[in-house]
């Protein structure tokens, strides 16, 4: 055993910066694809709005720390998951649906839309996108 303490006077710092760079640079780019894929489903014709699901509440823990640290607004993701693996990314999207239009034709239109959206903004490829419509708006037929 060494009689020396250890020195507390700094906060541990990570064996390898640039493994601590490449994880911030990766969280970085989930965040830019995930509000360059929500972006693109806004703009869709038939989206009333993303929806975010239990997990996507818990998570606003999660993107005030990120305000926190980088002083920048954290981008509008709710109901958007991304997960970047290397230099693709594979994209989840849970939305409410326009009661006048057709999912399918709604789904078909964000599939093509978050592709070109995403690799345009972060240089990532797509592999998947996944779209769930998890309720249909109908007060506009309704009214």
């Given amino acids: 055993m060494s009689d020396e303490s250890p020195d507390l006077s700094h ?3 990570p064996d390898d910066a640039n493994e601590f760079t490449a994880a911030t640079a990766h969280d970085n780019s989930e965040v ?3 509000a360059a894929a929500a ?3 806004r703009a869709t ?6 929806q975010p699901r239990i997990w996507g509440l818990v998570h606003q823990l999660s993107q005030q720390m990120w ?3 980088t002083g920048k607004a954290y981008p509008d993701t709710a109901g958007v998951d991304a997960t970047v693996d290397g230099d693709t ?3 989840e999207i849970a939305l409410v649906l326009h009661g006048g239009y057709q999912a399918t034709a709604v789904a078909d239109a964000v599939q093509r839309a978050v592709p070109a959206a995403v690799a345009a903004a972060t240089g990532l490829t797509v592999t998947t996108v996944t779209v769930r419509v998890t309720d249909i708006d109908l007060t506009s037929i309704l009214a």
């Fill in 32 to 34: 830019a694809a995930a």
């Fill in 45 to 50: 014709a038939g989206v009333v709005r993303l």
């Fill in 67 to 69: 305000e926190r640290a």
């Fill in 11 to 13: 906060p541990p710092r």
């Fill in 89 to 91: 990314v594979a994209v």
């Fill in 39 to 41: 972006t693109a489903v």
